[in-house]
């Protein structure tokens, strides 16, 4: 869920939000530390995603805006299991890895789904990105890792890329330009696999 003016809900007076305004993430890990408590009772699995660049990406199952829903449901159910984590035996958090995307030049392109329309040159690696976290067993999570893990709660998994990958949109904003490369990664294969994805949204803009 998410708090807006979040800094302000943990110091009045302003001095954090004064803070953020100059380093936006000076306050982000105390908001995975409440996003984790209050989920502790109320859900299975917090994924965490810190920016708007990040996008999950799990197996197609069925077609349209539902499908993803179900190849989250399914990956989820099989979270214990060794078909799905390339360890063994369960635990408190697994790791979703990343793959970077750069933005192209796509005339007129609608507002809803600009994003996945012009963007679609992939890099060539991939890397340790979003944590999925069991909140019974992580207390304290980073932006990238659970650095708080219950004692019995096992190794953290990496999850199969072909299970679950998240897209990671660098260039998003114009400033980014040239970011894909500057990680040290070569965006410069094609990847429409979001296609249907960016199609649905432009449909469902037209409609409201």
Request: net charge positive.
């Amino acid at each position: 869920k998410l708090h807006s003016e979040w800094p302000l809900k943990l110091l009045r007076r302003g001095t954090l939000q004064r803070l953020s305004e100059r380093f936006s993430g000076c306050t982000e890990t105390w908001a995975y530390a409440h996003c984790l408590t209050t989920h502790r009772a109320s859900s299975r699995w917090v994924l965490i995603l810190h920016s708007p660049d990040e996008y999950l990406v799990v197996p197609r199952i069925g077609r349209g805006p539902h499908a993803t829903r179900v190849g989250l449901a399914e990956l989820l159910a099989n979270m214990d299991g060794r078909n799905v984590t390339r360890g063994q035996g369960s635990a408190g958090a697994a790791q979703v890895s990343g793959m970077n995307f750069a933005a192209q030049e796509v005339e007129q392109i609608p507002a809803s789904g600009s994003i996945l329309a012009g963007t679609w040159l992939r890099g060539q690696r991939l890397y340790p990105l979003a944590p999925l976290l069991d909140p019974r067993d992580c207390f304290c999570s980073g932006p990238h890792i659970c650095v708080a893990l219950s004692a019995g709660a096992g190794v953290p998994h990496e999850l199969d890329p072909r299970q679950a990958v998240v897209h990671h949109y660098v260039e998003l904003l114009p400033r980014n330009r040239g970011r894909c490369s500057a990680m040290g990664d070569t965006c410069s294969q094609r990847d429409n696999s979001l296609a249907w994805a960016a199609d649905w949204l432009q449909r469902w803009y037209r409609k409201t």
